[in-house]
């Protein structure tokens, strides 16, 4: 046997051990059980049953699993892969209602911000109805909520609730601007 023999023997025999040690082990059909070692503490009343029979659930779902008769998907949070992402899937299903509380964040034109000292800033929009709203922190509109007001810059801005799947958060801050009239005329 030549040098090159022995070093592909060596390397085949290197492989199957680091197979056979990486390999799961298997379960044993044996019913006897190994002793407890004494060093070991002893299981309080409550945790033996409540372990055992979670184990026991564990291992019968993956058998069922194996067998093909279940299958589960728990998304935990993430959006579904058999949907496609170039579909706009509609936030809310349903008349929206009257009011504030039907308008969209896009739909409301900020008019003015008061500053209150004692319940916070108030924030006075203006509807596609012609009508005027006051809303502060908190308050909801169709796909969105306001959260910040900024009455010293004449800002506030809106958490919007977007059904989008390309994007990782289910929403996006909108910031609506007051709008100085010289800006406006000159817009126009």
């Known amino acids: 046997m030549s040098r090159r023999d022995v070093a592909w023997y060596a390397v085949a025999f290197a492989l199957v051990l680091l197979v056979a040690a990486s390999a799961p082990a298997l379960p044993q059909d044996s019913p006897a059980k190994a002793p407890e070692k004494p060093e ?4 309080q009343k409550g945790d033996q ?4 029979e979670t184990v026991e659930t564990i291992l019968r779902q993956q058998e069922e699993l194996l067998r093909g008769q279940r299958f589960s998907y728990d998304p935990d949070g993430r959006r579904d892969p058999f949907r496609s992402l170039l ?3 509609p936030l809310h299903k349903g008349p929206r209602p009257k009011g504030v509380a039907g308008m969209l964040v896009s739909e409301v034109d900020l008019v003015g911000v008061v500053r209150d000292s004692s319940d916070g800033d108030v ?5 596609p109805d012609n009508k005027g709203y006051f809303l502060r922190v908190g308050d909801e509109v169709y796909d969105g909520t306001l959260i910040a007001i900024d009455a010293r810059n004449g800002t506030v801005t809106f958490r919007q609730q ?3 799947p390309r994007l990782i958060k289910p929403y996006r801050d909108v910031v609506k601007r007051l ?4 800006e406006e005329s000159a817009n126009d």
């Open 40 to 43: 070991q503490a002893a299981p």
């Open 179 to 182: 709008v100085a009239l010289e």
């Open 87 to 89: 579909e706009r899937v």
């Open 49 to 52: 049953p409540k372990t055992s």
């Open 162 to 164: 977007v059904d989008d």
């Open 123 to 127: 924030a006075f929009f203006m509807g």
